[in-house]
């Protein structure tokens, strides 16, 4: 994903965000029959008070450099969220955002912060949604997946995820809205060129989910999860930047005091208790197998 194709990937942003839009949403009254149900272009350029060849040249990507003036009305006729508006300037500008390295290095205090709750599931996870390092709930949480290397491979590759997550398409279309929200300005990593090509090739519902470029933040979504063994969970997902890492997030999954869900995941800890050894060790670093780390 080159910044050269900057213009191609604003286009098919703009393009994929039009036939999303409703005339009702976007205030728009009668119109006539449509094909789809989705604004047409001519009214997209009406309502940013741009011309309709103008409009047209950014889909196709011909047109590079809209103002700001220009993004902001079209944030407002798609009414885009803050983060999507984000990602636009984002596609718009990619040479205004600096190109993020790798982040594989988890610190000992972090991995030895995660380790220290054993009633709340955490991860670190890089901005590829990559596991590098989990407690031992989060372990015992996930415990029927095979491969836990990335949250993105286990909810569209895995057969057990339609089983795990009973709202499939809801958490499916957050994890992709969320891929798009934090890679969105570095497009150019070519690891995300090689995940999203791996998903694409494997999964006829990423391609689709991907297609729609929804781009929103998942913190404090509540997540609803069936495991097999303890049963229905409802757990709310925070997500924290950790400062000075160039990328990573530690992602918490929070359950309501005196909730079922806290009593059940208190069952889940003790039927995987670790050693002591194991628990002053703390979190273990990314790995594959039956746990996500050794």
């Known amino acids: 994903m ?5 213009g191609k990937l604003l286009g098919e942003f703009l393009r994929a965000r039009r036939e999303v839009t409703t005339p009702a949403q976007a205030g728009l009254v009668g119109g006539g029959p449509r094909r789809t149900p989705g604004l047409r272009r001519e009214e997209v350029a009406m309502m940013a008070h741009v011309s309709t060849d103008y409009y047209i040249r950014l889909e196709q990507g011909r047109e590079r450099h809209p103002s700001e003036r220009v993004l902001g009305a079209l944030a407002r006729v798609f009414g885009l969220t ?3 508006t984000a990602h636009m300037h984002a596609l718009a500008h990619p040479m205004l955002q600096p190109r993020r390295s790798p982040a594989r290095r988890v610190s000992p205090s972090l991995r030895t912060l995660i380790g220290s709750w054993p009633g709340t599931p955490a991860l670190i996870c890089d901005d590829l949604m990559n596991v590098l390092a989990a407690n031992s709930l989060a372990d015992a949480l996930y415990g029927g997946f095979e491969d836990r290397d990335n949250l993105l491979r286990m909810i569209f590759l895995d057969p057990v995820a339609r089983e795990f997550y009973p709202e499939w398409e809801t958490s499916a279309r957050s994890k992709v809205a969320h891929l798009r929200l934090i890679t969105g300005s570095h497009l150019d ?15 006829p519902e990423f391609r689709r989910l991907w297609a729609r470029h929804d ?18 969970l409802e757990l709310t997902c925070e997500i924290f930047s950790v400062n000075g890492s160039d990328g990573l997030q530690l992602i918490t999954l929070l359950a309501q005091p005196g909730s079922p869900t806290e009593e059940r995941l208190k069952l889940l800890g003790s039927l995987a208790a670790p050693s002591a050894a194991e628990t002053l060790s703390a979190a273990r670093p990314l790995g594959r197998g039956p746990r996500f780390s050794r």
């Open 189 to 203: 990593d070519p690891r995300l060129a090689e995940l999203v090509g791996e998903l694409s090739v494997k999964s």
């Open 2 to 6: 080159d910044t050269r194709d900057s």
């Open 82 to 84: 803050p983060e999507a």
């Open 215 to 232: 781009v929103s933040n998942k913190v404090g979504e509540v997540k609803r999860m069936r495991h097999r063994e303890i049963g229905e």
